[in-house]
């Protein structure tokens, strides 16, 4: 063999294991289990409940302690401050009247003077309406034998819905779950493909149609590819801004009519999406979801931009319907489950 014969055999030997460690990198490449984006955020530790927080515990909580430190005295005077601020934090005019006269009948009793012991007593029964009124409510779980099990958003437009779909999609499938997305919020071009990008986030698929199409023909196709593609968790985003109430309702009861002719159940959870920081608002519109759907749960956004924090009470103290979710944030991490013992401690300690 000549000099350049051993070269040109070199070089072949050296061509042939690049193209071999090409194929091993692209098998591997392969094999290797897609991670969504999800996935890798929730590495970083979820920020405390009690920092996503803060604004309620500053404008809300601390402020009445606050009202009490500088009142000095346990008076009537007092117990009118007290009731002002519990309004102002949207508690609600039937919760906070129940608190301020539960207050008055302890002072009554026990005659507090002491303006230490009276704010205890004001944080004991605030606590204990929350946990009172969460103690029969199992939360919210994917039940295993109702699969696919589907969930319907509903709620006015800006509230947070597709968000909230998004963060869900993300932790129900790093729970395993084989989950699809309905885009029935057909009002918008935009608002399809901003699911969408939640879809290819969260590993989860879509269903999708063009713009102006029927809401309850697109969860027609949805469901029915959910049905025979043995997905297990099915969420449904709606579209909430029809000119009147009249046709968002009529809209919305279409939706579980259709639902309901291929799985004739209908949805497992429907729940209602509202602003925590539009107050009262989110309340009125709460009652009149409320009266046209058959809510099972609410899901309470943007509760790190407000000090409105105490609406969870009123909501449930006047809705008897349970607030499931909280939203603190933009990030997956910050679609929290409701728990009312940590959203207590989390305001008042
Ligand atoms: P939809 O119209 O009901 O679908 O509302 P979107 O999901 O499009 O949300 C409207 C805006 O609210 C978006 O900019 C979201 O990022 C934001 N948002 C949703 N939930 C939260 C939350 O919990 N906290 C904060 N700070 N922003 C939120
Ligand atoms: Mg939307």
Same mark, same amino acid.
């Given at each position: 063999?000549?000099?350049? $014969?051993?070269?040109?055999?070199? %070089?072949?030997?050296?061509?042939?294991?690049?193209?071999?460690? =090409?194929?091993?990198?692209?098998?591997?490449?392969?094999?290797?289990?897609?991670?969504?984006?999800?996935?890798?955020?929730?590495? /970083?530790?979820?920020?405390?409940?009690?920092?996503?927080?803060?604004?309620?515990?500053?404008?809300?909580?601390?402020?009445?302690? /606050?009202? %009490?430190?500088?009142?000095?005295?346990?008076? +009537?005077?007092?117990?009118?401050?007290?009731? +002002?601020?519990?309004?102002?934090?949207?508690?609600?005019? /039937?919760?906070?009247?129940?608190?301020?006269?539960?207050?008055?009948? /302890? %002072?009554?009793?026990?005659?507090?003077?002491?303006?230490?012991?009276?704010?205890?007593?004001?944080?004991?029964?605030?606590?204990?309406?929350?946990?009172?009124?969460?103690?029969? +409510?199992?939360?919210?779980? %994917?039940? =295993?034998?109702?699969?696919?099990?589907?969930?319907?958003?509903?709620? &006015?437009?800006?509230?947070?819905?597709?968000?909230?779909?998004?963060?869900?999609?993300?932790?129900?499938?790093?729970?395993?779950?084989?989950?699809?997305?309905?885009? =029935?919020?057909?009002?918008?071009?935009?608002?399809?493909?901003?699911?969408?990008?939640?879809?290819?986030?969260?590993?989860?698929?879509?269903?999708?149609?063009?713009?102006?199409?029927?809401?309850?023909? &697109?969860?027609?196709?949805?469901?029915?590819?959910?049905?025979?593609?043995?997905?297990?968790?099915?969420?449904?985003? $709606?579209?909430?801004?029809?000119?009147?109430?009249?046709?968002?309702?009529? +809209?919305?009861?279409?939706?579980?009519?259709?639902?309901?002719?291929?799985?004739?159940?209908?949805?497992?959870?429907?729940?209602? &999406?509202?602003?925590?920081?539009?107050?009262?608002?989110?309340?009125?519109?709460?009652?009149?979801?409320?009266?046209?759907?058959?809510?099972?749960?609410?899901?309470?956004?943007?509760?790190?931009?407000?000090?409105?924090?105490?609406?969870?009470?009123?909501?449930?103290?006047?809705?008897?319907?349970?607030?499931?979710?909280?939203?603190?944030?933009?990030?997956?991490?910050?679609?929290?489950?409701?728990?009312?013992?940590?959203?207590?401690?989390?305001?008042?300690?």
């Amino acid at each position: 063999m000549d000099f350049n $014969t051993n070269t040109l055999m070199m %070089i072949a030997a050296a061509v042939v294991f690049l193209i071999l460690v =090409a194929v091993i990198l692209v098998v591997l490449k392969k094999k290797e289990k897609p991670v969504s984006k999800v996935v890798k955020q929730s590495g /970083e530790q979820p920020e405390s409940l009690r920092i996503k927080l803060a604004k309620t515990k500053s404008g809300f909580t601390a402020k009445l302690a /606050e009202i %009490i430190r500088i009142r000095g005295k346990v008076d +009537e005077e007092l117990l009118e401050q007290l009731e +002002e601020t519990l309004l102002q934090a949207d508690i609600g005019v /039937e919760a906070s009247m129940d608190i301020i006269e539960k207050l008055r009948e /302890e %002072i009554q009793i026990n005659k507090l003077t002491d303006k230490d012991v009276v704010q205890k007593q004001l944080e004991d029964i605030i606590k204990n309406m929350l946990l009172k009124d969460y103690n029969d +409510e199992k939360g919210f779980k %994917i039940i =295993a034998e109702k699969k696919p099990f589907i969930v319907l958003f509903v709620g &006015v437009n800006g509230v947070g819905k597709t968000t909230s779909i998004g963060k869900l999609a993300g932790r129900f499938y790093d729970e395993g779950n084989k989950v699809l997305l309905i885009a =029935a919020d057909t009002f918008r071009a935009a608002a399809a493909e901003q699911l969408s990008i939640w879809a290819e986030r969260t590993n989860s698929e879509i269903i999708k149609q063009q713009q102006g199409s029927d809401p309850s023909s &697109v969860v027609y196709d949805g469901v029915m590819k959910a049905v025979n593609g043995k997905f297990d968790v099915v969420l449904i985003d $709606t579209a909430g801004r029809q000119h009147t109430k009249v046709n968002l309702m009529n +809209e919305l009861s279409k939706i579980e009519r259709t639902i309901k002719k291929i799985v004739p159940q209908g949805a497992d959870e429907t729940l209602l &999406v509202i602003d925590a920081t539009t107050g009262q608002n989110a309340i009125s519109q709460a009652e009149l979801f409320n009266k046209a759907a058959n809510l099972s749960g609410i899901v309470l956004t943007k509760l790190d931009g407000t000090a409105k924090g105490g609406i969870v009470i009123g909501i449930k103290h006047h809705l008897h319907v349970p607030v499931k979710f909280i939203g603190v944030g933009e990030s997956q991490q910050d679609l929290r489950d409701f728990d009312p013992r940590e959203f207590t401690e989390a305001v008042f300690e």
